[in-house]
């Protein structure tokens, strides 16, 4: 498989402009919110390192933690399933699904049945899967994967929305006014809710003390798909577990600050035992996740709580858009996650970055994102997944660079060059950063001749 | 080997073998007055407080609140409502409530949360398919943070609990604030002492 280009796909997004415009604002105000909410918690840098040694101490004794969630939540009455990858997963809940003789399911939001590509697999078996996250059912209905993992529409305007709902569940064409859009919304899933005879959610965070996990929401879909039908699936990422209640007061007060920032998602709601009469099956994925926990320099990734925080800062997402990534995982957590799942396919990705920082800074867990980014290039590099005209260029670099007199006679050059050659000799495709960007005037004088004619001879 | 033993296997395998220990989580109490905490965070978060008693029975103050209502539904044997909550009818039956009125066990000053559970809800669908939410709430049963929340061990009992924190909300297009996406679109707390 051809790997992803970014570049090139995020070239389309760009040229949106009306598009690009809203998108780059609508992220950097979450940014904004956010910070104002960190501002307010004298303690927001305790939380933070809190929360990377709570996350850290868990992934390094994950098994005993995993049997103990196990053990719990069995106890209280619910199913308990393994998934090695998400084929497995898939059939899993299949299965379930077909033991119940149920034919629809109302679903909340979970990254992780994407990752899986749940919903193709069902379909094709005569499921009817209902995304009842608004962001997420106008990518179901648009027939688009998510492009951020908090706000899976973002990248779309109400015109766009009122198109994709003209056309599939029957909106006046033309109205795009926002109350209306999402009251249409309301009024065809509500029907969905009361009918199906499944719901499924994922989950934030599982407790190993309590067996329990949490959804964190703010729509009400989520509790509706597990409070209404008699079947409550929930599909958790082995990740995903801490060990005691205590913990997950550290990370409810992170989350929906980092995410959104609002104190709280307007429910966090904690599902220990099947109400009376029903049944609740949890389905422990896998998926990659314990070899990326054997990756010396990655396993730090898998202490993400899925925030959104360091896509909603990152320059280059903001100005690409999440499906630009070809992947599930998009902006710099994609970043370096999805090579772990396919290094050929995702090889371009780690240079949609700046490596600036800015994704460090605001991770609520702490993850050293753009150092592993820095790290997923000298990876690609030593593969040979380098594009050829970066592979050459570093070749010249390196050979001229490491010779002192190469270097100064290229510099001059390079300065001469700038002045007389003719605008298609310096923009052209060999200089993708010169397709937006004027590059700037050469200095009149290099700092080696300054240097040699007024301080040398002191 | 099974799914289950070849995972956990691989997990024991692969984690890293540094044992970082687990560390202590303070309480990081405030001292901000909690009933004043808790209005300002619920309104920032969509939620209302109904108005003072004054005398009148709580079912007149859920009618003034709500004029237009049919069925009033209630989980609280102090408001009687137009309708009683059956816990052993199904949740879809549940799909006409124009109001339901439920008691919170407590509420959390820092994010203005009241704390629900079966035991509250009757049936937990309530929360979400009535148009609109009253919640009861005993002021001095107001605490600081979700770091106290975490301590109570009716989160160990619950089968279902949940901090709800204003109505239903989405902003998932444009960015555009709307309350009542999927679930209740208004919630009211009304502080009345047990």
Request: charged share 25%; aromatic share 8%.
């Amino acid at each position: 498989m051809k790997p992803i280009d970014h570049a090139e796909a995020s070239s389309h997004f760009i040229e949106a402009k009306e598009h690009l415009e809203f998108h780059d604002r609508r992220l950097w105000d979450l940014r904004l919110k956010r910070d104002r909410e960190a501002l307010a918690i004298p303690e927001w840098e305790e939380l933070r390192d809190l929360a990377s040694a709570i996350k850290e101490h868990t992934l390094t004794h994950l098994a005993d933690y995993l049997e103990e969630f196990e053990a719990q939540a069995k106890k209280n009455g619910g199913h308990v399933h393994w998934a090695r990858d998400g084929n497995e997963h898939n059939q899993i809940v299949y299965d379930i699904l077909s033991a119940h003789d149920a034919k629809t399911l109302v679903k909340s939001k979970s990254m992780l049945t994407d990752e899986c590509e749940m919903r193709p697999f069902l379909e094709m078996r005569g499921v009817e899967v209902i995304e009842t996250d608004l962001g997420e059912r106008i990518q179901q209905l648009d027939d688009e994967p998510p492009s951020h993992i908090v706000v899976p529409a973002v990248h779309k305007l109400r015109g766009d929305v009122s198109e994709v709902f003209a056309r599939t569940i029957g909106s006046e064409p033309g109205n795009t006014n926002v109350p209306y859009l999402a009251e249409a919304m309301r009024r065809n899933t509500r029907p969905y809710f009361l009918s199906a005879e499944a719901g499924m959610t994922g989950a934030n965070f599982a407790i190993a003390e309590t067996g329990s996990f949490v959804v964190c929401t703010n729509e009400g879909n989520a509790d509706l798909s597990a409070n209404v039908p008699k079947l409550h699936i929930a599909s958790i990422g082995i990740e995903k577990i801490i060990p005691k209640l205590e913990h997950l007061a550290v990370f409810i007060r992170m989350l929906s600050r980092s995410a959104l920032g609002s104190p709280i998602t307007q429910y966090t709601s904690h599902f220990r035992a099947p109400r009376p009469g029903t049944e609740l099956h949890v389905v422990l994925v896998d998926n990659g996740r314990s070899q990326r926990l054997g990756m010396k320099d990655f396993w730090y990734s898998l202490k993400c709580i899925r925030c959104g925080a360091c896509m909603n800062t990152c320059p280059v997402y903001r100005r690409s858009g999440g499906l630009s990534y070809g992947a599930t995982y998009s902006g710099p957590i994609g970043i370096i996650i999805d090579p772990a799942f396919d290094i050929r396919k995702y090889s371009h990705l780690p240079y949609a970055s700046t490596l600036n920082g800015s994704c460090t800074n605001v991770c609520p867990v702490k993850i050293n994102i753009h150092e592993q980014i820095y790290k997923w290039r000298q990876i690609m590099a030593e593969r040979n997944q380098l594009p050829l005209v970066k592979k050459e260029a570093i070749r010249v670099i390196g050979k001229v660079m490491s010779e002192p007199r190469l270097y100064r006679a290229a510099i001059s050059a390079t300065g001469l060059a700038f002045e007389h050659l003719p605008r298609f000799a310096i923009y052209n495709w060999l200089n993708p950063w010169g397709r937006q960007r004027e590059v700037p005037a050469p200095p009149k004088q290099t700092f080696r001749n300054w240097y040699l004619e007024n301080r040398s001879r002191r | 080997m099974t799914s289950r033993d070849a995972i956990l296997a691989a997990v024991r395998a692969n984690q890293p073998t540094s044992t970082p220990p687990i560390p202590d989580i303070p309480m990081f109490e405030s001292s901000r007055p909690l009933l004043e905490r808790f209005q300002e965070s619920l309104i920032s978060m969509g939620g209302k407080i109904a108005p003072a008693l004054d005398g009148q029975s709580l079912d007149t103050l859920v009618q003034s609140l709500f004029p237009d209502a049919a069925v009033i539904c209630s989980g609280t044997p102090e408001v009687r409502g137009t309708r009683s909550l059956d816990e052993t009818a199904g949740p879809a039956t549940l799909a006409d409530v124009d109001v339901g009125v439920v008691r919170a066990a407590f509420g959390v000053a820092e994010t203005g949360s009241v704390w629900l559970s079966e035991e509250e809800l009757k049936v937990n669908a309530i929360a979400y398919l009535a148009q609109h939410l009253i919640v009861l709430l005993d002021p001095t049963r107001i605490i600081g943070n979700l770091h106290q929340a975490y301590r109570d061990a009716r989160f160990k009992i619950a089968r279902y609990a949940v901090l709800v924190t204003g109505p239903s909300a989405t902003a998932d297009i444009e960015g555009v604030l709307i309350h009542g996406a999927q679930g209740v679109r208004s919630l009211i707390v009304a502080l009345i002492p047990l």
